[in-house]
């Protein structure tokens, strides 16, 4: 008979739980391969917007159409907000641009990608480009959008708090200013100086965050589709993490870039979207190296 001491006794080891032949499984532990992540110099950046605008002059039909693509689609997110008269939505819809842009940029990614391969690129390539790696790409979708509504609630949270006067109904309602210059008159008569403050700095940890996330993770996903969203996100903050200086600057060449297209209602987006996104393919590439097997320590399970 075997006793309760001897059943907890038995253990499974960590390879014998993820030696599972690839057809039979999609899904696995932890990574077996991972890439080398380069020390990056200042001048780097720099170099990536030159290489994303000569990809950009290589591509200017692809480039631009797919430019003009996303800026109507958030374009029409942001109209139809306006519309509705929710003015309030509209301006955190226009500020999270620089949260979603990362994952949106996919097409430009798979034209530089094969740019490098010298292979012709078609609209429906850019267009399938998310298929190339859909579980990886929906899954740090999914990350974004979910730090793209926590980052919603926080800020309205914050302007709730933080704003003083009876128009704070309005502005949170959609209610009271009948358009928007109203409604800007109301917003900038209720500012204070810690409002705003506390307004940036829940931005800039957002963005921060979302920057960390997708700095290298998209292009890596479509380059290599064996590569998992967790994988592919914790690569690209520990390439920021470890080139840090590099990478502030990029992260606020890439702030000043975005909102020039921004400043221009949203027509700008589509020449500046596709110079980053070409851009952000060429960052990757310096950045990660030859990929390496991962020894991995052999750990009980119970």
Do not use: C
């Not at 949170?172 to 409604?183: I, M, S, V």
């Not at 590099?246 to 060449?253: R, T």
């Amino acid at each position: 008979m075997t006793t309760h001491r001897e059943t907890r006794d038995q253990r499974l080891w960590k390879e014998e739980l993820v030696e599972i032949p690839a057809p039979e499984s999609d899904y696995h532990v932890s990574p077996g391969t991972l890439p080398e992540i380069r020390r990056l110099s200042l001048s780097q950046p720099l170099h990536w917007l030159r290489a994303g605008w000569s990809d950009l002059r290589r591509n200017p039909a692809l480039g631009l159409g797919f430019g003009f693509l996303i800026m109507a689609t958030y374009g029409t997110a942001v109209a139809l907000a306006l519309s509705l008269k929710f003015y309030h939505v509209a301006l955190q819809f226009t500020a999270g641009f620089a949260l979603m842009a990362p994952v949106m940029a996919l097409g430009f990614y798979e034209i530089s990608r094969r740019n490098e391969q010298n292979r012709p690129t078609r609209l429906a390539d850019v267009l399938m480009a998310w298929n190339t790696n859909t579980d990886g790409v929906l899954g740090v979708g999914v990350v974004m959008v979910l730090l793209f509504l926590v980052w919603f609630m926080l800020s309205m949270q914050m302007a709730a708090l933080l704003l003083k006067g009876a128009g704070i109904l309005a502005l949170l309602t959609g209610g009271g200013p009948q358009n928007f210059a109203d409604f800007a008159q109301t917003l900038v008569h209720n500012l204070s100086l810690p409002t705003t403050l506390a307004y940036l700095f829940v931005g800039l940890v957002a963005v921060a965050i979302a920057f960390a996330f997708t700095a290298v993770s998209v292009p890596l996903l479509l380059d290599r589709p064996e590569t998992d969203a967790i994988t592919a996100i914790v690569t690209s903050w520990k390439a920021v993490t470890v080139n840090w200086a590099p990478m502030l600057l990029w992260a606020a060449l890439i702030a000043f870039i975005t909102g020039i297209g921004l400043a221009f209602f949203f027509v700008g987006v589509a020449l500046t979207t596709p110079l980053l996104g070409f851009a952000t393919w060429h960052a990757y590439r310096d950045t990660l190296g030859r990929w390496r097997a991962v020894k991995q320590p052999q750990v009980e399970y119970y």
